[in-house]
Nanobody, 122 residues
Framework: QVQLVESGGGLVQAGGSLRLSCAAS????????MGWFRQAPGKEREFVAV????????YYADSVKGRFTISRDNGKNTVYLQMNSLKPEDTAVYYC???????????????WGRGTQVTVSS
């Protein structure tokens, strides 16, 4: 079965950095665009970033543009999210997901991980 397992979350001070990883198994990883989403308490899940199957294109939410970088290693079936200049408003559970299309819409994603908590203190 398909599994997406996130790691790398934690507690960091404002202005700090974290690198999230998402290891995929049970699917042909290079056939899927991979996205990162996040959900803060009491809020809806929101799009953060997406990367094409080949890694040739990326797209970011305005709120993270210039601070976050998504990348992938198809040889390792892993997608990454480098998060710099973190702000308290970045606090959320971060999820990776797989989609057959290059999309920012949650409903176009077929598979989801369980998430990793990121907490940014002020």
């Amino acid at each position: 079965q398909v599994q997406l397992v996130e790691s790398g979350g934690g507690l960091v001070q404002a202005g700090g950095s974290l690198r999230l990883s998402c290891a995929a198994s049970g699917l042909t990883f290079s056939s899927y665009s991979m996205g990162w989403f996040r959900q803060a308490p009491g809020k809806e899940r929101e799009f953060v970033a997406v990367i094409r199957r080949s890694g040739s294109s990326t797209y970011y939410a305005d709120s993270v543009k210039g601070r976050f970088t998504i990348s992938r290693d198809n040889g390792k079936n892993t997608v990454y999210l480098q998060m710099n200049s973190l702000k308290p408003e970045d606090t959320a559970v971060y999820y990776c997901a797989a989609s057959p299309t290059f999309s920012s819409r949650t409903y176009e994603y077929d598979y989801w991980g369980r998430g990793t908590q990121v907490t940014v203190s002020s």
